[in-house]
Nanobody
Framework: QLQVAESGGGFVQPGDSLTLSCATSGFAAGRHAIGWFRQAPGKEREEVACISADGSRIYYRNSVKGRFTSSRDDAKNTGYLQMNTLKLEDTAIYYC?????????????????WGQGTQVTVSA
C-alpha cells in the first residue's frame, strides 16, 4: 500500500524555523520525485519545492528561495522541508506528494500520492 504522511507542522513566530517530514511507504526508493505544496485559507494550492528522485535537482518557488531547503533520505523513505526565517505569509497547510516519475514540472497536477497535510502557522 502506498502511503504518504507529513509531520512537523506547528505554531511559530516570524523568523523561526521548522522542519517538515514526509514519510513514505510502498514506493521504490530513489525512483520518485517528492513535492511540497501549500494552501493558505482562501487561496489556491501552490507549489513550494520539488526534489528529483535522485536528489540532484530541486525546484523552489521564488518566495522561499534562500529560506527553504528540500532534501530526502531514501534509506529512511523520508523527505524533508527545512523552513528558515519563516514569514507571516508562509502560514498554510503544507502537503507532501509523491510522483510516479523521477523529475518533471513542479505542479500539483503531476503528483499522484498525497499526504493529509500539516498546519504551519506563523504569527507574532
Amino acid at each position: 500500500q502506498l502511503q504518504v504522511a507529513e509531520s512537523g507542522g506547528g505554531f511559530v513566530q516570524p523568523g523561526d524555523s521548522l522542519t517538515l517530514s514526509c514519510a513514505t511507504s510502498g514506493f521504490a526508493a530513489g525512483r520518485h520525485a517528492i513535492g511540497w505544496f501549500r494552501q493558505a485559507p482562501g487561496k489556491e494550492r501552490e507549489e513550494v519545492a520539488c526534489i528529483s528522485a535522485d536528489g540532484s535537482r530541486i525546484y523552489y518557488r521564488n518566495s522561499v528561495k534562500g529560506r527553504f531547503t528540500s532534501s530526502r533520505d531514501d534509506a529512511k523513505n523520508t523527505g524533508y522541508l527545512q523552513m528558515n526565517t519563516l514569514k507571516l505569509e508562509d502560514t498554510a497547510i503544507y502537503y507532501c506528494a509523491v510522483a510516479t516519475w523521477r523529475w518533471g514540472l513542479c505542479m500539483a497536477s503531476g503528483f499522484d500520492y498525497w499526504g493529509q497535510g500539516t498546519q504551519v502557522t506563523v504569527s507574532a
